[in-house]
């Protein structure tokens, strides 16, 4: 059984891409993990898809699905827990806010502590204010009304047992409450890792201002 599973939802990422795969594969290398890499093309609007297929000769471990047209971040980490396989599946964004060095304590902490998910913590974020004073008040709402302890609900890095992600329904904008989501499951049992947190190199938000107004 392969040890990890990295799904990694993606739109109009392709500048990001190749530094993220030789990053993840360094990691993995180095800690001597057998993983696949699940690539979830959203509807890509640029050159991602083609990006993605020609890394993919250079990495046997990358895996893609792509979608027609945008549906979304739920869906796109839905279909990826579909096809996942590892014993401990790792959720990352494609933009390099997250960092893979975070990996194997995130898998530690599954393997060894028992966590059922495990959700990172951005605890010094690097991202403008217009969203982090909304995200203030969303985790604090969050917090009081599902009773779940955590600080940062909707980070993208995360780690789960496989038998979460089979377990949970994503959609719409279901992604800001996995947690809530796998609480309500039955896996009770949910850590908070605080990691490192980047500004964007490459590209922009998918959710600035403009989730406001749509
Ligand atoms: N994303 C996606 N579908 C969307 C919007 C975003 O798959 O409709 C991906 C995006 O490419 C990135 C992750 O979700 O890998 C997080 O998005 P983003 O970095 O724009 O969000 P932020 O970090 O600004 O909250
Ligand atoms: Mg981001």
């Known amino acids: 059984m392969l040890q990890i599973s990295i799904v990694v939802p993606l739109y109009n990422e392709a500048e990001s891409l190749p530094e993220l795969c030789s990053w993840v594969d360094q990691v993995m290398q180095k800690n001597q993990f ?14 991602s898809w083609q990006v993605i297929q020609d890394l993919s000769k250079q990495y046997s471990t990358i895996k893609g699905i792509s979608f027609a047209r945008n ?81 940062d609900f909707n980070c993208g890095l995360k780690a789960y047992k496989l038998e979460v992600v089979k377990t949970i329904k994503l959609y719409g904008e279901m992604h800001r409450y996995i947690p809530v989501l796998a609480k309500n499951a039955g896996f009770g049992k949910i850590g908070e890792k605080v990691v490192i947190h980047q500004a964007r190199k490459y590209g922009e938000s998918k959710f600035g201002m403009s989730r406001f107004i749509n």
Do not use: C
Request: no cysteine; net charge negative; proline share 4%.
């Open 71 to 151: 549906y979304g971040k739920s869906a796109a980490l839905h279909e990826g827990f579909q096809k996942a396989s590892g014993q401990v599946v790792i959720t990352m964004d494609a933009d390099l806010q997250d960092s893979p060095d975070e990996i194997p304590e995130l898998y530690r902490m599954i393997t060894q502590d028992g966590y059922d998910l495990v959700s990172g913590w951005k605890q010094k974020r690097f991202d403008p204010i217009s969203k982090t004073i909304p995200t203030k008040l969303y985790n604090a709402a969050t917090r009081a009304l599902s009773g779940v302890k955590l600080n």
């Open 34 to 47: 057998s993983y696949e890499m699940i690539f979830v093309n959203d509807g890509s609007k640029d050159s």
